[in-house]
């Protein structure tokens, strides 16, 4: 779980920093980037999500 969340703070590290690249210079890559790192957080927030539920049970 420790590790999932690692990766979790990591992509959303990522996301934010290409984000605010896209807004602030209009960086066209960045924002390309920041679509990437927004779809891998979504799949490990699921991730955690089904993890958290198990360890709840």
């Not at 605010?20 to 960045?30: T, Y």
Request: proline share 0%; hydrophobic share 40%; glycine share 2%.
């Amino acid at each position: 779980m420790k590790a999932l969340l690692a990766k979790i703070n990591e992509q959303f590290e990522a996301f934010s920093t290409n984000a605010e690249l896209q807004v602030s210079k209009s960086n066209k890559a960045a924002g390309t980037r920041a679509r990437k790192a927004a779809l891998e957080l979504s799949k490990l927030m699921k991730e955690f999500r089904k993890e958290s539920v198990e360890a709840s049970k």
